[in-house]
């Protein structure tokens, strides 16, 4: 009897250790994906697609449309990103000078192609399709040379920014890509909005950097 509960309490104390191992396991492995996420990227492409974007441009030998090129990039990026394993960072992709709008602030002039995600492969092929220029542009997105405010394209990036919890995301940055250094050149109201957008936006949420004649 007395070697039958010793047997028992043996295996309940190994039980209890193979518990207390598996729990440890589970932690190790929770606070992994929590230093995974937390260390994330989230990167968004802003690519002007107004009418100049659209050509090539006369003055160079080379005869790459420079939104092609941008939206090429951005499909690049992605690329790196799925080969490299680093899913876990989130990238989107957001037009602006189009005709066609879509966001949820409703501004006009702005499409937001991709919200902030992690890469995907049908991401990477819509890319590489648009970048190829088999797409009927005009029909999907289109393009305006309307004077539209500027500031409305931080201000869609910011809420897309914001719908990430900002505790998981190490940095949160804009890659503005257009042939344009100064939209509001003519309009100084649009122009010091902007400029004010701008400013917060990089104090309070990301880092920007702008990109001209991007080819």
Known sequence: MTSSNTITSSWASLSDRD????????DIEEEAKKLMTSNRDAVLFVIDASSSMLRANQSDEATEIPFRS????????M?????????????????MGTQKSSNTLQKEHIYVLHSLDPPDIQRVKELNYIASGDVDFDNEYGSTDDEYPIGDVFWVCSELFNKETSKTLKTKRIFLITDQDNPHASNSVLYSTAITRARVCIFLIFNMSFFEDFS
């Open 19 to 26: 518990q207390d191992e598996f729990d440890a396991e589970e």
């Open 70 to 77: 941008a939206v090429q990039c951005a499909s690049e990026v």
């Open 79 to 95: 690329t790196s990103k799925l080969i490299s394993d680093t899913t876990t960072d989130l990238i989107g992709v957001v037009f």
